[in-house]
């Protein structure tokens, strides 16, 4: 079985200021994770994700990821928080597989950013 | 349009009515998947389709929800006698058939906001 558990439903952090947002996970197997972005009334965005190349992985609008096996972590971050950046950002695990690859989710960590 | 296409956008339905939410997935997209996300909650996944495989319906949360897909085309998921924990969104995803080497992410649609009176 997998699971994700994103630490603080929301985080609220100055323009221009880090942005880390905690991701760990669970899983039996070398897992694929991804972090995706919600904004108000859309689908999910992907902004990166960790198929067992690099561990550090970069992705749109800034953002980048570190898989840590040893802490089963895979948190997000961005060096200088921006307006646009005000959202929704889900955490996600599967199972490599040449078929089902369904995702487990977090529960979401809403980011505010204060101008 | 290039991507997943979901209708209705919102639907608001009484308690015990069926309804059924519709997703076009982008062409060529053999895999596709239907999540839920309920009110503060992340999103769960409700069942699985590739071509025309068995599909993968161990997330169906109970025999009320069913959904069918026809080869690689459109998909419905339909809801009986809905409850009212059956209001949230309802996101439905689809991918290409991936290589040994190449991950094929998955695109979500806007969903259908489901509303239970």
């Known amino acids: 079985a997998q699971s994700v558990t994103q630490l603080g439903s929301h985080v609220s952090v100055s323009e221009g200021a880090l942005v880390l947002l905690r991701c760990n996970y669970s899983?039996?197997?070398?897992?694929?994770l991804f972090w995706y972005v919600q904004y108000p009334n859309q689908g999910l965005q992907l902004l990166l994700k960790?198929?067992?190349?690099?561990?550090l992985v970069k992705g749109i609008n800034g953002f980048e990821a570190e898989f840590k096996k040893s802490e089963t972590s895979f948190h997000l971050t961005k060096p200088s928080a921006h307006m646009r950046d005000a959202a929704e950002y889900f955490c996600?695990?599967?199972?490599?597989?040449?078929?089902?690859?369904?995702?487990?989710f977090g529960t979401g960590t809403r980011l505010t950013i204060i101008p | 349009g290039a991507g997943v296409s979901q209708s209705p956008s919102n639907k608001v339905t009484e308690k015990g009515k069926d309804v059924e939410l519709r997703c076009d997935p982008i062409?060529?997209?053999?895999?596709l998947y239907w999540y839920r996300q309920r009110l503060g909650q992340g999103l769960e996944f409700l069942i699985y389709?590739?071509?025309?495989?068995?599909?993968?319906k161990s997330g169906l949360p109970s025999d009320r929800f069913s959904a069918e897909r026809t080869g690689e085309s459109v998909s419905t998921l339909t809801i009986q006698r809905t409850q009212q924990e059956d209001s949230a969104v309802y996101l439905c995803?689809?991918?290409?058939?991936?290589?040994?080497?190449?991950?094929?992410?998955?695109?979500f649609g806007d969903g259908t906001r489901l509303s239970i009176l």
């Open positions: 995803a689809s991918s290409p058939t991936r290589s040994a080497t190449d991950y094929q992410p998955q695109h």
């Open positions: 899983s039996s197997v070398p897992p694929y």
């Open positions: 960790y198929t067992s190349a690099a561990t």
């Open positions: 996600a695990v599967s199972r490599p597989n040449f078929g089902n690859e369904k995702l487990t």
């Open positions: 062409s060529g997209h053999t895999a």
């Open positions: 389709f590739q071509g025309n495989s068995a599909p993968d």
